[in-house]
């Protein structure tokens, strides 16, 4: 599966983005999918998961509350809703599928099919 994500900006702090992570090459529906960000010197985290039934979401801490990952298996595609986005949110965000099984769905070794990501820059 090849995904790319899309959606990213300057956004002021308390503001909104959505991002997109459109799939092709597979039916997304195979796979769990998952939202991740690199800041600059930091290693790469989690964000948020979805297993590939949509019946269960992971979030990092940080972001509970504010962030909403949602899937459409029909538009083979993963989103991301941000809100009330903070300067620390800073980085840039990817998308990736995950193969394993649903004990392990959040799990980010089982990760592959890394996308081009999308820069959200949070001004203060």
């Known amino acids: 599966v090849q995904l790319q994500a899309s959606g990213g900006g300057l956004v002021q702090t308390g503001g909104s983005l959505r991002l997109s992570c459109a799939a092709s090459?597979?039916?997304?529906?195979?796979?769990?999918m998952g939202w991740f960000r690199q800041a600059p010197g930091k290693e790469r985290e989690t964000v948020a998961v979805?297993?590939?039934?949509?019946?269960?979401?992971y979030y990092v801490d940080s972001v509970k509350g504010r962030f909403a990952i949602s899937r459409s298996n029909l538009k083979n595609t993963v989103y991301l809703q941000m809100d009330s986005l903070k300067p620390e949110d800073t980085a840039v965000y990817s998308c990736?599928?995950?193969?394993?099984?649903?004990?392990?769905?959040?799990?980010?070794?089982?990760?592959?099919?890394w996308g081009q990501g999308t820069l959200v820059t949070v001004s203060s």
């Open positions: 979805i297993n590939r039934g949509g019946q269960s979401t």
């Open positions: 090459g597979r039916s997304i529906a195979n796979y769990h």
């Open positions: 990736a599928a995950s193969s394993a099984i649903q004990q392990y769905y959040y799990q980010k070794d089982f990760f592959h099919s």
